[in-house]
């Protein structure tokens, strides 16, 4: 099973550049996030999806953009790449909020230089 | 605002040796959850504590859950190199909608030969 697959694996990025971290399961989830990483630190909440059309905004999601127009992708969308975006991405799912657990990808690294 | 608290950041042990690792979190929560992270890799899922009281251990780890302290912790029994990670905790901010974690800043664990 592929689960939850991420690409890039890692990207650097000139500052004003924009790009698209592409996030894709194959398990029928309803309930899509994007997680960014900065070092030594938890993870904190960017965008989520309820569903395909629906989307929502986390705890830091100045700075991006994101779209569900099916059930199994879910990108984001870097617009203007600044330094402080420099950060691991890491996209995630489950089927609803009852799931116990969250299936991660296995993350972006990207450098905003 | 939900905070989750994690210490201590930094744990160094002796193999063979026993520890714990706090998370408190500021305001109510049913569901509590452990992850682990090696160096350069996603998350994976240790521990989901549903109710107050939940205990669950595998292997050397075992984790519990007080809500009314809204306390949990993580303990190592006789640790191997092996268990050496970054070991984050995370609480579930039910919002109506979804699951919106939110992640402790990480309990890094070096476990000494």
């Known amino acids: 099973n592929a689960g939850v697959t991420q690409t890039p694996k890692f990207r650097i990025l000139k500052i004003g550049q924009s790009m698209t971290l592409q996030c894709t399961q194959d398990m029928n989830h309803n309930y899509m996030y994007w997680y960014r990483q900065d070092p030594g630190m938890g993870l904190k909440l960017i965008y989520y999806?309820?569903?395909?059309?629906?989307?929502d905004k986390g705890e830091v999601p100045n700075g991006y953009n994101v779209s569900r127009s099916t059930t199994e992708d879910f990108p984001l969308r870097l617009e203007l790449a600044a330094p402080s975006q420099t950060s691991v991405y890491f996209c995630a799912s489950s089927y609803s909020y009852l799931d116990e657990k969250l299936f991660f990808g296995s993350g972006t690294q990207l450098s905003v230089l | 605002e939900l905070k989750v608290e994690q210490n201590p950041l930094f744990l160094s042990m002796q193999e063979g040796k026993n520890y714990t690792i706090y998370c408190n979190y500021s305001?109510?929560?049913?569901?509590l959850y452990w992850y682990r992270q090696d160096p350069g890799k996603s998350l994976e899922s240790l521990f989901v504590l549903l109710s107050n009281g939940a205990v669950k251990q595998e292997g050397r780890l075992m984790a519990s859950l007080d809500t009314k302290a809204r306390l949990s912790t993580l303990h190592i029994t006789a640790a191997v190199h092996d268990l050496s990670a970054t070991y984050f905790c995370?609480?579930?901010?039910?919002?109506?909608?979804?699951?919106?974690?939110?992640f402790g800043t990480g309990t890094l664990l070096a476990v000494q030969p």
């Open positions: 999806s309820v569903g395909a059309g629906i989307t």
């Open positions: 995370a609480v579930d901010s039910w919002n109506g909608a979804t699951n919106k974690l939110i």
């Open positions: 305001t109510t929560s049913d569901r």
